[in-house]
T-cell receptor, first 114, second 113 residues
Framework: AQSVTQLDSQVPVFEEASVELRCNYS??????LFWYVQYPNQGLQLLLK??????LVKGINGFEAEFNKSQTSFHLRKPSVHISDTAEYFC????????????FGSGTRLLVRP | KAGVTQTPRYLIKTRGQQVTLSCSPI?????VSWYQQTPGQGLQFLFE???????NKGNFPGRFSGRQFSNSRSEMNVSTLELGDSALYLC????????????FGPGTRLTVL
């Protein structure tokens, strides 16, 4: 079975500061990795995904993530956040052979303060 | 290309009633998955339909069911509603081939009183 751990339930930062949202996963089989963002009263929007190849993945809105197989981590980073980045962020995995089923972490609320 | 649409966006029901939620996937997508989001349990996979067939089901009671039509639109039904069924129900569509990206709709907020 797969599982995803997001250790930080909330991360407060000031505008223009850098941020890292942590994600660790557990799986006995190969997986794909994703980060989604959810704004209030909305669905999930894909920020970026890791399928294979380069371990540094760039996504939308200036976000990037690095896949570390030895540490089973997929941390999300942004060098300079904006007020509009305030949202809930979810890390997720799927098995490579059954990518219809996303396993989500518990989410991290990013709170950007002026 | 239009995104995933879900209707209704908000719903209020009372315990014991049943409810049907609807999801229209992106045009050309054949796979529809449903997820339940609650503050306590987070995001959990309910089931997935592909070409009108349920391919997999999450760990939910039989009160939760669904179906998919020939145009790929999907419905989810919950019978004998319980207070704990209050949640945001999200639908996601996928092309169903080798594509692994799921596109989510805005969700249906169900409140059970």
């Amino acid at each position: 079975a797969q599982s995803v751990t997001q250790l930080d339930s909330q991360v407060p930062v000031f505008e223009e500061a850098s941020v890292e949202l942590r994600c660790n996963y557990s799986s006995s089989v190969s997986v794909y990795l994703f980060w989604y963002v959810q704004y209030p009263n909305q669905g999930l929007q894909l920020l970026l995904k890791y399928l294979s190849g380069s371990t540094l993945v760039k996504g939308i809105n200036g976000f990037e993530a690095e896949f570390n197989k030895s540490q089973t981590s997929f941390h999300l980073r942004k060098p300079s956040v904006h007020i509009s980045d305030t949202a809930e962020y979810f890390c997720a995995v799927t098995r490579m052979d059954s990518s219809y089923k996303l396993i989500f972490g518990s989410g991290t609320r990013l709170l950007v303060r002026p | 290309k239009a995104g995933v649409t879900q209707t209704p966006r908000y719903l209020i029901k009372t315990r014991g009633q049943q409810v049907t939620l609807s999801c229209s996937p992106i045009s050309g997508h054949r796979s529809v998955s449903w997820y339940q989001q609650t503050p306590g349990q987070g995001l959990q996979f309910l089931f997935e339909y592909f070409s009108e067939t349920q391919r997999n089901k999450g760990n939910f009671p039989g009160r939760f069911s669904g179906r998919q039509f020939s145009n790929s639109r999907s419905e989810m039904n919950v019978s004998t509603l319980e207070l704990g069924d209050s949640a945001l129900y999200l639908c996601a569509s996928r092309s169903g081939t080798s594509d692994n990206e799921q596109f989510f709709g805005p969700g249906t907020r169900l409140t059970v009183l």
